[in-house]
Nanobody, 125 residues
């Protein structure tokens, strides 16, 4: 499956952004999806995950709970990450990723099979 990301950019602290990740080349509904991020000088980390069906079960890292929302539209083969109340520490390159099969609640990079190219999100004060 190919993953093409869009969104990202520069936003002030407290603002909002939405990332999109469009999948092609395979049956989107067979993939659990996730978002990861990598800040400068840091390891890539899990942000959010969603199970295979639209409106499926979601999982979040603690620091984004209540601020970020992952969702998917299987009819549009797209997964989204709505980011609200952004903080300086949310600055990172954000990656969408796909896993062929069952969802892993808090996946590691090794749990994912395909990756988007990343989108930079910069939060300024």
């Amino acid at each position: 499956v190919q993953l093409v990301q869009s969104g990202g950019g520069l936003v002030q602290a407290g603002g909002s952004l939405r990332l999109s990740c469009a999948a092609s080349g395979s049956t989107f509904s067979t993939y659990a999806m996730a978002w990861f991020r990598q800040a400068p000088g840091k390891e890539r980390e899990f942000v959010a995950a969603i199970s295979r069906r639209s409106g499926g079960v979601t999982y979040y890292r603690d620091s984004v709970k209540g601020r970020f929302t992952i969702s998917r539209d299987n009819a549009e083969n797209t997964v989204y990450l709505q980011m609200n109340k952004l903080k300086l520490e949310d600055t990172a390159v954000y990656y969408c990723a796909a896993r062929n099969g069952l969802t892993v609640a808090i996946p590691t990079q090794n749990d994912m099979d395909y990756w988007g190219k990343g989108a930079l999100v910069t939060v300024s004060d």
